[in-house]
């Protein structure tokens, strides 16, 4: 099997509170940058697959060239080779540059399965694997909690995460699948696996090479901009309501009725 897992160099959320700068744009040098944790749950589920199905790993990143030191982790986690997609005119992009570059990224590969992480730590949207999958028209199965490919058949089942319970979901390979953190923690790199990783191959790709208008992606045409910020309103007092479980659900039920909020 051939996996890819698309990855993110994200803001440390462990270090120093993020910060915008002067352009209303998130400040990336004022910590530094991790692997987007929800991708290291894609990438470890990608690594439990081959493991058991043999196969290998490609990581695929869109970042600055500095981007490559981040990748570095994902290689040393068992990642077998890293693409990374850097170009100035980049710098900027809104989602649906985003979704275009990493689309035009995996036209390049041939692949049985794409993992993707549910979302990012500095973004949230949570809608890039979704617009890669239709623009590439692969099927698209969501909230993984369980990943079983049948690599003889060319088909992948999932069990997918629903608020009322899972859903049974099956298609043919290759397709895109969008990982939870149910599927398992991500491993630490060993030592021999961080030593590894600073001779696997990164490979760099330029929008020339993807064969990407440069006028057409990136930051000059980004379909969206930050228009304002502004600090949230300062907490109010807060009461402590102490005593037995019975006590407290007294005490809350007398404040809500004292508010006008109970029924």
Not at 188 to 199: E, Q
Request: aromatic share 2%; hydrophobic share 45%; with cysteine.
């Amino acid at each position: 099997m051939h996996i890819v897992v698309l990855t993110k160099p994200v803001p440390d959320p462990a270090a120093a509170a993020e910060r915008l700068g002067p352009d209303g744009r998130l400040d990336r040098g004022a910590s530094p940058s991790v692997v987007n944790g929800n991708d290291e749950y894609a990438l470890e589920a990608a690594l439990k697959l081959v493991e058991a199905h043999g196969g290998e790993v490609t990581i695929v990143t869109m970042a600055p060239a500095s981007g490559a030191d981040t990748m570095r982790k994902a290689l040393a986690m068992g990642a077998t080779r890293g693409i990374l997609v850097t170009d100035s005119a980049l710098e900027g992009s809104c989602l649906r540059s985003t979704v275009k570059v990493l689309a035009a990224t995996l036209r390049d590969l041939t692949f049985d399965l794409v993992l993707a992480g549910l979302d990012t730590s500095d973004g949230g949207a949570g809608v890039v694997a979704s617009g890669i999958a239709a623009l590439l028209r692969l099927p698209y199965l969501s909230n993984a909690a369980r990943i079983e490919p049948d690599v003889t058949a060319g088909r992948v089942s999932v069990r997918r995460i629903t608020p009322a319970g899972y859903d049974l979901l099956e298609a043919p390979m290759p397709a895109l699948v969008v990982c939870t953190q149910v599927l398992g923690e991500p491993r630490y790199p060993s030592l021999k696996g961080i030593m590894s990783a600073r001779s696997k191959e990164i490979a760099s790709r330029s929008l020339a090479d993807l064969g990407l208008d440069p006028v057409a992606v990136g930051g000059a045409v980004a379909s969206t901009r930050l228009v304002e910020t502004r600090r949230p309103a300062a907490r109010g007092a807060t009461r402590v309501v102490r005593g037995s479980a019975a006590e407290g659900a007294h005490e809350i039920a007398v404040l809500l009725d004292a508010r006008r909020l109970l029924p």
